[in-house]
């Protein structure tokens, strides 16, 4: 079971801790915030680093560059999980490598879309799940930030999409197959588009997502990872299973550090 360790949330200075008869309301985004700033402080000088994508990961990002320009953090070498985060940390002057010339990588942090107790994860959401389960899956220490909305009691649970990355050929088969393989629960399978004319979304890899949407809880976890690996045309899913070793939550009551 996690080791659970709390904390306040950190006032940005003295003067502003609230006090017992006042409150102060943050937004989503400050407590993604929170928690990554608070992911950072596992960063040390010397490390290989696994950098995440999207709206939590980039404040993670962010600080790491701050640190260095500052001088606090020294020879980080960042592997970027996405494109776009391959350019944020340039931006912000993080010296970049990949899998190839690090195949171990000592610390990844990124956020996720869901985390259950047990600390199994569903990510994706943004798109990279791919790129983000081949690096973090390579790394000694994963650290998972997240604000409180995305705790959930099983994976699935948040009635929000469980991406699964494909190849393009004939994704109307593969989306009927892998809504059959979870019929049992209701499952609804949704190719990821965008824009006005619902263009499929393209990963960076040039595949496709199908979006699984759930009534009710698809059992178990490992049964269902591999019966959707062995449908040929699948990638990846966005299940992430036994692999945080950390998991940090902001929340309006304060920081919470489940570790496995």
């Known amino acids: 079971m996690?080791?659970?360790?709390?904390?306040?949330?950190?006032?940005?200075?003295?003067?502003?801790?609230?006090?017992?008869?006042?409150?102060?309301?943050?937004?989503?985004?400050?407590?993604?915030?929170?928690?990554?700033?608070?992911?950072?402080?596992?960063?040390?000088?010397?490390?290989?680093?696994?950098?995440?994508?999207?709206?939590?990961?980039?404040?993670?990002?962010?600080?790491?560059g701050e640190l260095l320009k500052q001088g606090k953090l020294k020879n980080i070498v960042g592997i970027p999980t996405s494109k776009m985060t391959h350019e944020q940390a340039l931006s912000v002057g993080i010296p970049l490598s990949d899998l190839d010339a690090h195949p171990v990588i000592d610390l990844a942090i990124d956020g996720a879309d869901e985390v259950d107790p047990y600390l199994n994860l569903v990510k994706g959401r943004g798109g990279s799940l791919l790129r983000e389960k081949m690096i973090e899956g390579a790394c000694k220490k994963f650290v998972v930030i997240v604000d409180e909305s995305k705790l959930v009691k099983y994976l699935g649970g948040s009635g929000l999409a469980m991406p699964v990355e494909i190849v393009p050929f004939c994704w109307k088969f593969t989306a009927?197959?892998?809504?059959?393989?979870?019929?049992?629960?209701?499952?609804?399978?949704?190719?990821?588009?965008?824009?006005?004319?619902?263009?499929?979304?393209?990963?960076?890899?040039?595949?496709y997502i199908v979006d699984l949407y759930?009534?009710?809880?698809?059992?178990?976890?490992?049964?269902?990872?591999?019966a959707i690996l062995r449908l040929p045309g699948v990638a990846e899913h966005g299940m992430f299973l036994d692999m945080a070793t950390t998991v940090i939550v902001a929340g309006e009551l304060g920081v919470t550090v489940k570790n496995k």
């Open 2 to 64: 996690a080791a659970i360790e709390t904390g306040p949330l950190v006032p940005s200075s003295p003067s502003s801790s609230p006090s017992p008869s006042s409150s102060v309301i943050l937004t989503q985004d400050e407590l993604k915030k929170i928690a990554a700033y608070k992911a950072v402080e596992y960063v040390e000088s010397g490390m290989v680093l696994g950098l995440g994508t999207g709206s939590t990961a980039k404040h993670a990002v962010a600080r790491i």
């Open 214 to 226: 759930f009534e009710s809880s698809i059992g178990d976890l490992e049964a269902a990872n591999d």
């Open 176 to 207: 009927s197959r892998l809504q059959k393989l979870f019929e049992d629960s209701g499952c609804v399978a949704k190719l990821r588009t965008f824009g006005e004319n619902d263009e499929p979304f393209v990963t960076d890899n040039g595949n």
